[in-house]
Structure formats: C-alpha cells, structure tokens
C-alpha cells in the first residue's frame, strides 16, 4: 500500500474512532518500505492499537528497534512448530534463526524499560502437537505469549466443508478489510476479492461500512442466508463446526478445537501439501 493511501485511511479512521488498525492482510508487511513509517503515523494521529502480523523472515535488528521505538502495540509472529516442521513450512526461513530475531525485538524493548510491543508467536496445532513442550520451551523468554490455532482450509478448491448455516458471523459488525490498492473486500477471508464493498480511492471509509453491500452482507448473515449468496463464506473456516481435541502441555490439559472435515497440516511428522490435504478430504 503507498503511504498516502494509508495515511488517507488513518485520518478517515481518527475522524471515525477507530480504535485498533492491524497493518498486516495476507502479505508480509515488512516488505512494504514505509511499514516504520506507518505505525508512527498511525500512533501519532490517535489510533489506541496498532498491531501486525509477521512471518519474521525480515525482521532485522534495525527494523525491530525502529517498530519498538514507533510505538507499534502489538505483533505476531507465524511460528508453525519447531526445527524441521518450521524449516519445511515456513521456508526458506530457519527455526533458529526466526527466534533470534524474535527474541532481539524482545531484549530491546525490555532494555528500554518498555512494556509494547507485546510479542506473541502462533502456530498451528498439529505443527507442534507431537512435542508441544518442547515449543513453548523454545520461545521461553522470547515470546509474551504462545498462541496455538486449528488446522484451517484457504484453499479455492476446497468446498466440501461442514459449514454450519446458522452461525453468525461477528466480522460485519466489527471489522473492514482494505487491500493494499483500496479495494475494500467482503471480510478477512476474502483473499480471492469474491466481493467488493467499495473502493476507499472513490468513497470515504464511512459510506463503505454505512452502505448497501455492507447492510446487505449483515441482513445475510441475520436471515442466516449467507452461504448461498456469498462465495467467500464457502472458503471460511469460521463457520465450520468444531470437534474437541486436547493438548498435554506439562502437566496440564488444554481443550483446543478441530474444524470438521479440515485435514491437519502436520501428519505424523510430515508436512502436507494443500494438494495432499485436498486429496485426503476427498476420500473421506
């Protein structure tokens, strides 16, 4: 996103109240060279939260000094398991590597007598799920917090999944979605741009989020008629039903979730491919 976009929304934001901007959405905001610049600007003008969401591979000691310093809220780093797991997800990131940087971002701020950004990691379940010790040992002293998330499906061809029809979906109500051109999609999960609210270039952000697309998606999910009119909503893990599942972590037992039909990333050890994972739902 060019910085006079963002700036552009970030006073349009300030006039509305808005409380917390994430500059992060299906991308890696370190590769924007005026991310610095963005959470300074976001900060100074009055947004309460400014957060983002890092897979780290950028993250140089420079930059995690220059977002300390900006005031940046809150970050979270994608860490999907540890050593081989990691390695084979998020390549050609390394494991050790990430950590160090993480845990660079985490001596300066605390050097600083600061208490933001705060620093979480996230993973997916069954990336960890077979040492799941040995994961939150990893980040010990790193990480502020440790975040595990189920198995999801962002996958175009992937239909058959076990949608509940009846769930209200809290995103229209709550969040809008501006892409790095201004295009403003249904909601989080609209990667493939299903459905365009608006355009922030042409409208003010107000008559986006005041206006018919978003009053039509809302009396959608109200009249629980969603998953027929909007395609987006197919491609959702949201609304998919969830079965229980436990994690031992120590001494203790965490209830986690699955989402039905939805395959894990990590089988035994191996890492699936989305073709994989597609093949094997298929045949149950």
């Known amino acids: 996103m060019k910085f006079d976009l963002f700036k552009k929304i970030i006073d349009q934001a300030v006039e509305g109240k808005v409380y917390s901007v994430k500059i992060s959405w299906r991308g890696e905001p370190l590769l924007n060279n005026h991310i610095v610049d963005m959470v300074k600007y976001a900060k100074e003008s009055g947004i309460k939260e400014v957060a983002m969401l890092s897979n780290g591979e950028l993250l140089t000691s420079k930059i995690a000094e220059d977002l300390v310093d900006a005031g940046l809220d809150w970050i979270s780093f994608s860490a999907d398991?540890?050593?081989?797991?990691?390695?084979?997800?998020?390549?050609?990131?390394?494991?050790?590597?990430?950590?160090?940087?993480?845990?660079?971002?985490?001596?300066?701020?605390?050097?600083?007598?600061?208490?933001?950004?705060?620093?979480?990691?996230?993973?997916?379940?069954?990336?960890?799920?077979?040492?799941?010790?040995?994961?939150?040992?990893?980040?010990?002293?790193?990480?502020?917090?440790?975040?595990?998330?189920?198995?999801e499906a962002r996958d175009f061809e992937l239909k058959e999944l076990y949608h509940d029809p009846s769930y209200l979906c809290p995103t229209p109500w709550a969040r809008i979605?501006?892409?790095?051109?201004?295009?403003?999609?249904?909601?989080?999960?609209?990667?493939?741009?299903?459905?365009?609210?608006?355009?922030?270039?042409?409208?003010?952000?107000?008559?986006?989020?005041?206006?018919?697309?978003?009053?039509?998606?809302?009396?959608?999910?109200?009249?629980?008629?969603?998953?027929?009119?909007?395609?987006?909503?197919?491609?959702?893990?949201?609304?998919?039903?969830?079965?229980?599942?436990?994690?031992?972590?120590?001494?203790?037992?965490?209830?986690?979730?699955?989402?039905?039909?939805?395959?894990?990333?990590?089988?035994?050890g191996g890492v699936l491919t989305q073709k994989d994972r597609r093949d094997k739902a298929q045949t149950i």
Request: charged share 30%; aromatic share 10%; proline share 2%.
């Open 177 to 268: 979605t501006i892409a790095h051109d201004g295009q403003v999609h249904q909601c989080k999960v609209d990667y493939g741009r299903k459905k365009v609210m608006g355009n922030v270039n042409k409208e003010s952000i107000y008559d986006i989020w005041h206006g018919e697309n978003f009053r039509a998606l809302r009396k959608a999910f109200t009249n629980k008629t969603a998953l027929m009119n909007y395609a987006a909503c197919n491609y959702c893990s949201d609304n998919v039903v969830t079965e229980k599942r436990v994690v031992d972590v120590g001494d203790k037992t965490i209830n986690a979730a699955k989402f039905k039909g939805i395959e894990d990333i990590v089988v035994e």
């Open 81 to 151: 398991g540890t050593a081989e797991t990691f390695d084979v997800i998020r390549a050609p990131a390394k494991f050790h590597e990430t950590v160090e940087k993480v845990a660079y971002m985490r001596q300066y701020r605390d050097k600083k007598n600061m208490t933001k950004p705060l620093i979480r990691t996230q993973s997916v379940l069954s990336a960890f799920n077979n040492d799941p010790d040995g994961f939150l040992k990893a980040w010990e002293g790193v990480a502020d917090r440790v975040n595990c998330i189920a198995d």
